[in-house]
């Protein structure tokens, strides 16, 4: 997978296509399979997206660097453990080291992560985005093909209340216009 710099000096993830939904309280997260190296598919089925935490009440997937990805699952897997597996503060403490950490900062992978009540979007820049929405709808996507999943999404919310439908729909739509994202999906909810 790779990165590349647009003109606003902005990284845009390749390689994958993530998105989060949160509605009607159900939570899921969808993820493609697809790892790429340039123009080359190196892999159809990578399972990019996780449970991870205490009990596995914490979902996660991750676009960007695998090996990166993973270290972050491990460190916030930590944080949960650290702070009685409250993901928010887990996730800003998660954040925080990212940022000022050295070794960490080199990272090139954005997440996706989600508990009962909250979503969130983590980014090496420091941040920890809770996507628009209130607590009835909220919807979330990163990667290459992430914009097209999003824009399919929020024209799906309107109508579909089922929040796993409407993640399956989305990357449907991500999978037939991004190159770099296959239709091989996996789902976990909450």
């Known amino acids: 997978m790779s990165e590349s710099d647009n003109r606003h000096g902005l990284v845009q993830w390749h390689g994958t296509t993530i998105i989060g939904v ?107 985005l809770e996507p628009e929405g209130g607590p009835e709808s909220q919807i979330a996507a990163i990667g290459s093909g992430g914009n097209y999943a999003l824009a399919a999404a929020r024209a799906i919310d309107a109508y579909e209340q089922d929040a796993e439908v409407i993640a399956r729909r989305a990357m449907a739509v991500a999978a037939d216009i991004c190159v770099f994202t296959n239709d091989r999906v996996t789902v976990e909810a909450i």
């Open 22 to 128: 949160k509605k009607d309280g159900k939570t899921v997260i969808a993820g493609d399979g697809q790892v790429s190296m340039g123009n080359t598919v190196m892999k159809p089925n990578a399972r990019k997206v996780r449970r991870i935490g205490a009990g596995g009440k914490v979902i996660a997937g991750f676009a960007g660097a695998t090996a990166d990805a993973f270290t972050l699952f491990e460190r916030l897997e930590k944080k949960l453990e650290q702070y009685s597996g409250q993901l928010l503060r887990a996730a800003v403490e998660l954040a925080k080291d990212w940022r000022t950490d050295k070794y960490l900062r080199n990272l090139e992978a954005l997440m996706i992560v989600a508990d009962k009540d909250t979503l969130l979007v983590l980014t090496g820049n420091g941040d920890v």
